[in-house]
């Protein structure tokens, strides 16, 4: 035996020797194997030397010494490849070989060999104030519960004492503020398809111990969560999928059983729910799945769509635009056949580009009724590549350039964008973009199913009653565990911790009872929209540790925001799949900031309708009969499923009686996460009604946005007149916006005209370049450059955030010449391209709503004031508001302030 040469059982490693000691006699030279166990009947542990000449000596391990011996206490007990970890007092460990476990309330040892054991960090969470805390809170909420509610907040407390404290758990990093890195995966499939967003999102998910994933309405949030289980299961990993309840996740079993994957899944949570499930369990595919191509071929098309995914994004991006550019484009055509009797000139020949078109605007609107000089003619050559200037040497031609070079750009803006969207379409095309899509779809479930069929077990059957005690086998049969937030714990055997959680509709989940989920799993995906409906706190009077674990104030997914900041990563699902573009584009506009890209098409449908009810106070009891008789005059396609909405439970009750069984009819707070063909929302109030705390609930901007989005083809808006359109809220967007892309839109009868938005955004930029490379001792120009800065300042402001505003806006493309008050000088002086400084608009609905002038030294003169007094008359016909600033005025920013007030909302999104 060679025990220097580290050669046989009792060498560790070269520097370390286990040395074996019986009765102060060194056994270890004359022994080749040693074995520890205990005695029942002597109740006490015994050592065991076995010799070369196969001859055994026991002893009591009391008369034992062996080295090295170690004691390891305040960690958690488990074993490898074991989900379940046991407290312990103490452990013993013996020669590295054996580890005698000493388990809290139980004085008799157990021995397990080393290699079967694992210790994990204990940590003393549960006794520091955030556990503190969220118990105090469950503990109140018990307090303040009767019934079944009561009942159900003791359930959450016991579950809550059962947690864990296992340092590597995502609640660990919930209560530290730690969110720990992973390591990726070499390989991913994608199952159930994939765009641009939703790979991002499956990366990221398993990047970092905590993510988040928001997935506004109809962007694909059910098929990224299937894809992510479809990862967890290749990785061998098990998961609980939660929500606040379990209809939420309805959407990801009914997918999995379509992909005849659903065997995978322990359906559990309540009581009810766990007997169903273990009363027809369903059985494992015994037919081995057809041949699947190897991980490197899948990762190869990976790849290769990877490189298109941009371009499919893109190309939706621009036939978006293209949309929304058609539109205006026939807005101007429009006003220019109303209002213009001069003709257009030629302009093809200076083959400027959009964004030269819009410099070339602001520079002949600076020149104005001003003679042209060499150094103008030298800009004109130079930045326009014109050389002659009799077609625009006065006045009047150069308005005709004006109005031709605004047709101009929206016809090469126009061009442009069509041929790169041509161009993003060829890639796709020759590229064969759809058959890889496919390809790679079919080629990952195949792999997925052929990997499952290798690694899921047939035969072992389970019970309601057994499935506990043999949870480690369980979820290797069942990786998937399907419950509420409520029951999770009470679902999974006792100290157990999954791979991981993903918890659905993370925006309704209270703080208290999500973090149950939080404390059974070492990594968390929370899943969730922070712009629709949140969850309604319980209301506790406990102050909490720090700002963002405040149970009454924030959701769950909020929290885990506030906490992580910039620490948790986070995909936005962009790609929009549920309703017609003019309906989600609403949503987009005003919720999203327009980071959505609709991937659905705009073929010309009558997408959106708006009924205003005649004036009166029909509302009765927070219901609205006349809102109802209404819909009469609709026309309804019996194939297309209907959904009738309502903030309001009279008014859902009222509709019963009043409206075809066929429809769907449900508050918008129990609509979320569900769609119909067609969706009437009526918002029930009238004038009477419209107090400011009535008002604050229907006008609400998460109920407005589910309402909205629940439609895929066709919105209609049943309101009543007057009632929300002087609020300038939500509600009062949406009216703006379906009158602007309705096909029955009363634009064109209004006394202004909205705006030509895509038009002056860039001609906004080309004054401002033009601005800066003007003298800045001229007082004119400075002062406006002051008066813009003031005015982003405020707009930037949670309260502005509805409002834009443009600049050099013509009089004439502000109102409506049909306004028969105009006086003839009136008229004259609009034909003849009289500006308004600033122009205040809605974002959405692109309303005009205020007039702001800056008024210098010139405005002094007899001349000039006859000037103001026409352009202020022309705006009080018009009912736009106007505010002028002198330039020798102080408090110029509180006077912008004052003015905006009355569009002012504090009800926005954040």
């Known amino acids: ?91 013993i460990m013996y020669g590295r ?35 503190s805390y969220f118990s105090a809170v469950a503990q109140a909420r018990i307090d303040h519960a009767t019934g079944s509610d009561k009942r159900i907040a003791e359930n959450v407390l016991r579950q809550m004492e059962k947690i864990v404290p296992h340092q590597d758990t995502a609640f660990h990093a919930y209560c530290t503020g730690q969110n720990q890195s992973r390591k990726q995966a070499k390989y991913y499939i994608y199952p159930f398809g994939i765009n641009e967003s939703q790979l991002n ?29 479809a990862n967890i299961l290749l990785q061998k990993k098990t998961v609980a999928i939660l929500s606040n309840n379990n209809a939420a996740v309805e959407n990801v079993y009914e997918k999995l059983q379509k992909a005849e994957l659903d065997y995978l899944v322990a359906r559990l949570g309540s009581t009810d729910n766990r007997k169903t499930f273990f009363a027809a369990p369903l059985n494992v595919p015994s037919e081995e799945p057809a041949s699947a191509p190897d991980i490197h071929a899948i990762e190869a098309i990976r790849q290769k769509l990877k490189l298109h995914l941009y371009a499919q994004n893109q190309a939706a991006q621009l036939q978006g635009e293209i949309d929304e550019l058609a539109i205006e484009h026939q807005h101007l055509l429009q006003w220019q056949r109303e209002n213009l009797t001069i003709a257009p000139l030629p302009i093809e020949k200076y083959k400027l580009s959009p964004q030269k078109t819009t410099d070339l605007m602001a520079y002949i609107s600076h020149l104005a009724m001003k003679r042209i000089t060499i150094k103008d003619r030298i800009k004109l050559l130079m930045n326009f590549r014109i050389f002659r200037i009799k077609p625009f040497d006065d006045w009047e031609k150069r308005k005709s350039l004006i109005y031709t070079l605004q047709l101009h750009y929206y016809e090469k ?31 990952s479930m195949a792999y997925l199913k052929n990997h499952l069929y290798q690694h899921i077990p047939h035969q072992e059957e389970f019970s309601e009653s057994n499935y506990n005690k043999k949870f480690d086998s369980f979820v290797n049969r069942y990786p998937i565990i399907g419950s509420s937030t409520h029951s999770i714990i009470n679902s999974i055997a006792n100290n157990a911790i999954l791979d991981y959680v993903i918890i659905d509709e993370a925006s309704q989940q209270d703080i208290i009872p999500g973090i149950l989920g939080l404390g059974c799993t070492r990594n968390l995906i929370i899943v969730g929209d922070r712009k629709q409906l949140p969850h309604v706190p319980v209301n506790i009077d406990i102050t909490p540790p720090t700002e963002f674990y405040n149970c009454a104030k924030y959701s769950l997914l909020d929290s885990c925001i506030g906490i992580f900041n910039n620490r948790l990563p986070t995909t936005l699902l962009k790609e929009h799949y549920r309703c017609h573009p003019k309906i989600i584009q609403f949503c987009n506009k005003q919720f999203y900031n327009n980071q959505l890209i609709p991937m659905t098409q705009d073929t010309g ?49 009222l509709s019963q009686t009043h409206l075809p069984g066929d429809f769907v009819k449900s508050t918008v707070h129990k609509f979320q996460g569900r769609e119909c063909d067609e969706i009437i929302f009526s918002t029930v109030l009238d004038k009477k009604n419209s107090s400011q705390k009535n008002i604050g609930f229907v006008d609400d901007p998460y109920l407005i946005n589910v309402a909205v989005s629940r439609a895929k083809h066709n919105f209609t808006l049943v309101t009543g007149d007057n009632v929300f359109t002087k609020k300038n809220g939500h509600i009062a967007a949406l009216i703006r916006y379906i009158e602007y892309y309705a096909d029955d839109s009363q634009i064109y009868h209004s006394p202004v005209i909205s705006a030509f938005d895509l038009l002056y955004e860039e001609y906004d930029q080309s004054l401002e370049k ?22 982003r300042d405020i707009l930037s402001l949670q309260a502005y955030q509805a409002i834009t505003f443009h600049t050099q806006v013509a009089l004439i493309q502000l109102v409506s010449l049909t306004n028969n ?25 692109k309303t005009p709503i205020g007039v702001i002038e800056v008024d210098g030294r010139s405005h002094s003169t007899e001349e000039q004031a006859e000037r103001d007094e026409l352009k202020n008359n022309i705006l009080k016909k018009s009912n736009i508001p106007l505010l002028r600033l002198k330039t020798i005025d102080s408090n110029i920013e509180e006077k912008i302030a004052e003015f905006l007030i009355p569009w002012s909302s504090d009800s926005s999104i954040t």
């Open 1 to 91: 035996m060679q025990i220097n040469g580290c050669k046989n059982i009792l060498c560790v490693n070269k520097k370390t020797m286990i040395s074996i000691y019986v009765d102060g006699d060194n056994k270890t030279p004359k022994i080749t194997n040693w074995t520890l166990r205990y005695s029942d009947t002597q109740g006490e542990l015994l050592l065991t030397c076995h010799f070369r000449s196969g001859k055994t000596y026991t002893r009591p391990l009391a008369a034992c010494t062996i080295t090295p011996t170690e004691e390891v206490r305040g960690k958690l007990l488990g074993k490898p490849g074991s989900l379940l970890f046991s407290y312990v007092d103490k452990v």
């Open 97 to 131: 070989k054996y580890a005698v476990v000493y388990y809290p309330g139980n004085n008799k040892p157990y021995v397990m060999k080393a290699d079967d054991i694992k210790f994990s960090p204990k940590t003393s969470l549960k006794t520091e104030a955030i556990f």
């Open 201 to 229: 999102a499956v990366e990221q998910a398993f990047s970092s111990q905590i993510s988040l994933i928001e997935g506004p309405p109809g962007t694909g949030k059910t098929q990224t969560i299937l894809n992510i289980l």
């Open 413 to 443: 803006s126009l061009q442009h964008k069509k041929a790169s969207l041509a161009v993003h379409q060829k890639e796709l095309e020759d590229n064969q973009f759809k058959t890889l899509l496919n390809n790679l779809t079919n080629s």
């Open 605 to 653: 449908e009558n997408a959106l309708s708006l009924i205003v009810t005649a004036k009166g106070n029909h509302t009765r009891n927070f219901s609205n009969l006349r809102e109802l008789e209404s819909l009469g005059a609709l026309e309804w396609d019996a194939q297309n499923s209907r959904g009738f909405i309502a903030p309001y439970n009279a008014q859902i009750s």
């Open 770 to 791: 033009l601005k800066a490379r003007l003298n800045p001792n001229d007082s004119k120009f400075m002062s406006e450059q002051i008066a813009a800065r003031l005015l």
């Open 821 to 845: 008050t105009f006086t003839p000088r009136e008229l004259n002086f609009m034909k003849n391209r009289a500006c308004c400084d600033f122009v205040l608009y809605f974002k959405v609905g």
